[in-house]
């Protein structure tokens, strides 16, 4: 079972100064942090604060490919959670027909922002990410989990949503 959430914000990792894109589902129980890389999360920034770029970006110029081949995007799902690697999926439509691609989740999420689909995780990635700190003997683990659960406004800056 898949459960639809929205970008909440972008923030910093406080103690290993990554890129974090926070995910919330929309009935604010659950929040998915997904480390991306610098460059991931700037294409995110962009399309968060609608910065217009001199030259198209790779996101956007996949997004022009789609609209010009009448493709549409139905949603994003991270749909696994491997060796601590996130997995995501790209569901295309053209003409009726679902296409799957296979993606990392920061360029879904951030194609997801520029043609504003809907962002989907699969309730087994939620459990077992909680699993995953449940068990975790790592004490930095449990104190990241607590400290994003409790996030607020306030504390996503610029880039809350």
Do not use: Q
């Not at 996101?59 to 996130?86: Q, W």
């Not at 009726?96 to 360029?107: A, K, N, Q």
């Amino acid at each position: 079972m898949e459960v639809e959430m929205k970008i909440r914000g972008l923030m910093m990792d406080p103690v290993t100064n990554t890129p974090i894109v926070i995910l919330k589902d929309l009935n604010g129980n659950a929040v998915l942090p997904i480390w991306v890389g610098v460059y991931e999360a700037n294409a995110i920034a962009l399309e968060i604060e609608k910065v217009a770029t001199p030259r198209p970006m790779t996101h956007d110029l996949i997004k022009s490919l789609l609209l010009g081949l009448n493709t549409g995007m139905r949603k994003v799902v991270v749909s696994e959670l491997k060796d601590d690697t996130f997995y995501a999926v790209i569901w295309l439509d053209r003409d009726g027909e679902l296409i799957s691609v296979d993606s990392r989740p920061s360029d879904a999420l951030a194609l997801a922002l520029r043609l504003d689909c809907p962002i989907y995780v699969e309730e087994g990635v939620l459990k077992s990410t909680k699993l995953a700190s449940t068990v975790s003997d790592k004490v930095n683990t449990e104190e990241m989990r607590r400290w994003l659960e409790g996030l607020n406004d306030e504390d996503l800056g610029r880039y809350k949503m």
